[in-house]
């Protein structure tokens, strides 16, 4: 099992910064990707940014693109989503997941496949931005 506990959500108004950390605990081998998701109330989730921990490759959804940040610290067990410039279209409940194998070396399934059962999830931190 991998365990998942996101932090540093909270409101800020538009234009500013916010970062979210993600505590990983639990069996290493039960994933190679990492990332973040979010969803809003009658929206679908969407995939914000996915890190590979095998080459480093990094990805990010088209409406976070040159805003947001995802990086991991092997060695704390934490991955980090620093978002800039942050606007109210950004409010969100925010979740970090992990899976398996989701696509190779670029993890490039990990946003739209969700059937592994190594797939797993935080509880999710509020994002709240205002104008």
């Known amino acids: 099992q991998v365990q998942l506990v996101e932090s540093g959500g909270g409101s800020v108004q538009a234009g500013g910064s916010l970062s979210l950390s993600c505590a990983v605990s639990?069996?290493?081998?039960?994933?190679?990707?990492m990332g973040w998701f979010r969803q809003s109330p009658g929206k679908a989730r969407e995939g914000v940014a996915r890190?590979?921990?095998?080459?480093?490759?990094?990805s990010y959804g088209d409406s976070v693109k040159g805003r947001f940040t995802i990086s991991r610290d092997k060695a704390k067990n934490t991955m980090t989503l620093h978002m800039n410039n942050l606007t109210p279209e950004d409010t969100a409940m925010y979740y970090c997941?992990?899976?398996?194998?989701?696509?190779?070396?670029?993890?490039?399934?990990?946003?739209?496949?969700?059937?592994?059962?190594?797939?797993?999830w935080g509880q999710g931190t509020q994002v709240t931005v205002s104008s």
């Open positions: 997941s992990t899976d398996r194998d989701s696509g190779g070396s670029v993890c490039g399934a990990f946003f739209s496949s969700f059937s592994s059962s190594f797939r797993s």
């Open positions: 639990g069996n290493t081998y039960r994933y190679n990707c």
């Open positions: 890190i590979s921990t095998s080459s480093g490759y990094t």
